[in-house]
């Protein structure tokens, strides 16, 4: 694996004219050449398979107002190895794509759908988290439509925001491009309508709001034969700690004290409801189990591969 640090372009670190700017205290990335990077996972009659778009380190200069003592104990290093995730939902008629990871030279999701043998034109619905750029760059190459096909959905309140910010050029440019491919929907709690009458059988997809990293950040809830598995986006950016304790905000999030709120919400859903996470920072596999412990946090346990879903993830 290419192992060259190279400084890393997120619209995410900040708001406005800054929204491409770089931040090289916070978040790295470690190198591309992750073609093949690929689990899969079982849900009910369907597979869910995790892609890692790229490797990344989060520094503990991105929490706002960090316990000390948390991250003396659990980040020593100053550091926790992280990834920037993607997830593909394969269903009998579909696929379903869960953000697009960085894109350009640092991302690999489109890579690896070439090696699961799919096509960018066999994407037929792209889900959208939230319209930071580590999740939207792979929808574009220069300014050009890598998912022509793709019906992509997005949380009415999330467009809104971005377009109120012209100088936001990553997001913009992605408006811009799928103005005709874009679904926005509204928070209602309740299954979004992705598929024809007799196409979505084996699966439902719910939406919840998950407001504060940005105001429309949104979690998918996958529903198939009475599994679930929650994608949550960015409710967390350091599982290690941010478990531990959930009140700790990172500098990304639009509104610090409503992204804790959302993450304790949706830790509690998870935990009552036993449901698996997945997110777009959780160490690649990137999907965990989380259980209340007595000190007020969450203890995680990372979901292993199932080994049916690994050889069925492979095919086209």
Same mark, same amino acid.
């Given at each position: 694996?290419l192992?060259?640090?190279f400084?890393?372009l997120? #619209?995410?670190?900040?708001?406005?004219?800054?929204a491409?700017a770089a931040?090289?205290?916070?978040?790295?990335?470690?190198?591309?050449?992750?073609?093949?990077s690929?689990?899969?996972?079982?849900?009910?009659?369907?597979?869910?398979?995790a892609?890692?778009?790229?490797? *990344?380190?989060m520094?503990k #200069?991105?929490?706002?107002?960090?316990?000390? =003592?948390?991250i003396?104990?659990?980040?020593?290093?100053?550091?926790?190895r992280?990834?920037? %995730?993607?997830?593909?939902?394969?269903?009998?008629?579909?696929?379903i794509?869960?953000?697009?990871?960085?894109?350009g030279?640092?991302g690999?999701?489109?890579?690896n759908l070439?090696?699961?043998?799919i096509? !960018?034109?066999?994407?037929?619905?792209?889900l959208?988290? +939230?319209? +930071? %750029?580590d999740?939207?760059?792979?929808?574009?190459f220069?300014?050009?439509?890598i998912? !022509?096909?793709?019906?992509?959905?997005?949380?009415a309140p999330?467009?809104?925001?971005?377009?109120?910010?012209?100088?936001?050029?990553?997001a913009?440019?992605?408006?811009a491009?799928?103005?005709?491919?874009i679904?926005p929907?509204?928070?209602? %709690?309740?299954?979004? !309508?992705?598929?024809?009458k007799?196409e979505?059988?084996?699966?439902?997809i719910?939406?919840?709001? =998950?407001?504060?990293? *940005?105001?429309? +950040?949104?979690?998918?809830?996958?529903i198939?034969?009475k599994?679930h598995l929650?994608?949550?986006?960015?409710?967390?950016?350091?599982?290690?700690?941010? @478990?531990?304790?959930?009140?700790?905000s990172v500098?990304f999030d *639009?509104d610090?004290?409503?992204a804790a709120? @959302?993450?304790?919400?949706?830790?509690d859903? =998870? /935990?009552k409801?036993?449901i698996?996470? =997945?997110?777009? +920072?959780?160490?690649?596999g990137?999907?965990?189990?989380i /259980?209340?412990?007595?000190?007020?946090?969450?203890?995680?346990?990372v979901v292993? *591969?199932?080994?049916?879903a690994?050889?069925?993830g492979?095919e086209?």
């Amino acid at each position: 694996m290419l192992k060259i640090i190279f400084a890393v372009l997120f #619209s995410f670190l900040v708001i406005g004219k800054e929204a491409d700017a770089a931040d090289k205290s916070s978040q790295e990335i470690l190198g591309s050449g992750i073609k093949g990077s690929i689990e899969s996972y079982k849900v009910g009659d369907i597979v869910v398979i995790a892609i890692k778009d790229t490797d *990344t380190n989060m520094g503990k #200069s991105i929490f706002l107002e960090p316990d000390a =003592a948390i991250i003396k104990r659990l980040m020593s290093e100053g550091n926790v190895r992280s990834s920037i %995730n993607t997830f593909l939902i394969k269903t009998a008629k579909h696929n379903i794509l869960v953000d697009t990871g960085i894109g350009g030279s640092g991302g690999a999701t489109h890579d690896n759908l070439v090696y699961l043998g799919i096509d !960018p034109s066999e994407i037929d619905i792209i889900l959208i988290t +939230h319209m +930071h %750029n580590d999740h939207i760059g792979g929808l574009l190459f220069g300014k050009d439509k890598i998912y !022509p096909k793709a019906k992509v959905y997005i949380a009415a309140p999330e467009i809104e925001f971005w377009q109120s910010r012209p100088s936001a050029i990553a997001a913009n440019n992605v408006l811009a491009a799928y103005t005709q491919n874009i679904v926005p929907f509204e928070f209602a %709690n309740k299954a979004l !309508p992705l598929f024809a009458k007799g196409e979505g059988d084996d699966i439902e997809i719910k939406v919840m709001k =998950a407001a504060g990293h *940005t105001p429309g +950040h949104s979690a998918f809830e996958v529903i198939s034969k009475k599994e679930h598995l929650l994608i949550a986006g960015d409710i967390v950016h350091n599982i290690t700690i941010q @478990t531990a304790e959930p009140l700790m905000s990172v500098t990304f999030d *639009t509104d610090p004290e409503e992204a804790a709120k @959302t993450r304790e919400e949706i830790f509690d859903y =998870a /935990q009552k409801n036993k449901i698996p996470i =997945a997110g777009m +920072h959780i160490p690649f596999g990137g999907i965990v189990s989380i /259980q209340k412990n007595k000190q007020g946090g969450y203890d995680f346990t990372v979901v292993k *591969t199932n080994e049916d879903a690994q050889q069925k993830g492979g095919e086209k």
